[in-house]
C-alpha cells in the first residue's frame, strides 16, 4: 500500500522568523497600548475643546 503523503517541517516555512517570538509581542503589546493612549489623551483633548 503505497501512501501519497508529504510531511513538511513547519520551521521551513520561508514568512516566518520564529526566532524573537516574545519580542515581537511586546512590540505589539506596548505598540498598541501606546497608540490607545495617544488616541485616548486626544479624544479628552477633543472634548474640553468642543464641551460649553
Known amino acids: 500500500?503505497?501512501?501519497?503523503?508529504?510531511?513538511?517541517d513547519p520551521r521551513?516555512?520561508?514568512n516566518e522568523e520564529p526566532r524573537n517570538d516574545l519580542g515581537d509581542l511586546m512590540n505589539g503589546f506596548f505598540g498598541m497600548t501606546a497608540f490607545m493612549t495617544v488616541v485616548?489623551?486626544?479624544?479628552?483633548i477633543v472634548k474640553f475643546m468642543l464641551s460649553d
Request: glycine share 6%; charged share 20%.
Open 1 to 8: 500500500m503505497d501512501v501519497n503523503a508529504q510531511a513538511r
Open 12 to 14: 521551513d516555512h520561508v
Open 40 to 44: 485616548f489623551f486626544g479624544m479628552v
